[in-house]
C-alpha cells in the first residue's frame, strides 16, 4: 500500500551527521516556521516562563523566539554541528558540559541559562533527565523519525509532557508513492493512534 511503501525506511544517525556536514539542510527555516505563529497563542494558552521542548531540533530559530519571550527552552538533536550553528548564528554565548546519566551525551547551554541543548539521540531522554514541559513544538520532528520507532518516540513524548501541556504537531501532506522521506508521511488516523 502507499503507507507501506515507507515503513521501512531508515535514515541513521551517521545519514544525519552528514547531511549537516554537508550543508544538504533544505529543511531548516531561517525566518522561522509561520504554523508557529500562527498557533503561538494555542502553545502558550495565556501562560508565562513555561519549558518548552524541541524534539529532533535541529538550529530551529523558534527556540531563539520562545526564549526572548520569556520561556525556557529544551532541545535534542544528534548534530552537534546544528547545535553550535544555532548558538553561533544567534551570537549567544554558551557553555558545553557532560550530561552524567547519558554516556558521549553533551549539554550546551545559552549562559543566559534559558536555552538547553542535548547533544544525543532523543532516546536517551527520559523525564528524570530533562523533566516535563508545558509545551512542544513539533515541527520535522515525529516525520523525520524513522517510521519503525514512531511508537517508542510518541510513548517517549507523551512521559516529557506535563498535565496541561500543549502539544503543536507539524505534518507534510504528500503522495508517499512518490518520494521516500523523510520527511515521511504520517497519516492522520496513526496521529490518532499514537497520541489518543
Ligand atoms: N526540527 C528542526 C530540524 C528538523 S530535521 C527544524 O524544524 O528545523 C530533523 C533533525 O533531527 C535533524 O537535524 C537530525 O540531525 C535530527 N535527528 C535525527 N534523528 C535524531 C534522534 N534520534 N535524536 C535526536 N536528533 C535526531
Redesign the pocket.
Known amino acids: 500500500t502507499d503507507i507501506g511503501a515507507q515503513k521501512d525506511s531508515v ?1 541513521t ?1 551517521e545519514e ?2 552528514r ?2 556536514e554537508m550543508n544538504n ?1 533544505g ?3 531561517e525566518q522561522g ?1 509561520p504554523l508557529l505563529q500562527k498557533y503561538l497563542d494555542v502553545l502558550l494558552n495565556g501562560r508565562n516562563g513555561l519549558r518548552i521542548f ?7 530559530v ?1 527556540m531563539k523566539w520562545l526564549a526572548d519571550m520569556g520561556h525556557s527552552v529544551v532541545g ?4 552537534e554541528q ?1 547545535l553550535k550553528e544555532f548558538f553561533a548564528e544567534h551570537s549567544l554565548p554558551y557553555c558545553e558540559e557532560p550530561v552524567p546519566e547519558i554516556s558521549g551525551a553533551k549539554k550546551l547551554q545559552s549562559t543566559s541559562g534559558n536555552i538547553s541543548l542535548y547533544c ?4 536517551d531522554l527520559s523525564s528524570s533527565i530533562v523533566g516535563k514541559f508545558d509545551g512542544v513544538w513539533d ?3 515525529l516525520v ?2 524513522n517510521p519503525r520507532d514512531r511508537q517508542r518516540y510518541a510513548s517517549l513524548m507523551i512521559t516529557l509532557m506535563e498535565k496541561n501541556s500543549s502539544y503543536l504537531l507539524v505534518t507534510v501532506s504528500y503522495d508517499p508513492n512518490k518520494h521516500k522521506g ?1 520527511p515521511f508521511y504520517v497519516p492522520e488516523s496513526e496521529i490518532k493512534s499514537l497520541f489518543g
Open positions: 535514515v544517525e544525519w551527521l547531511k549537516w539542510i529543511f531548516h527555516k516556521h524541541f524534539p529532533l531540533c535541529g538550529k530551529a523558534e535534542v538533536e544528534v548534530s546544528a544525543c539521540s532523543i532516546y515541527r520535522g520532528a523525520a523519525v523523510p
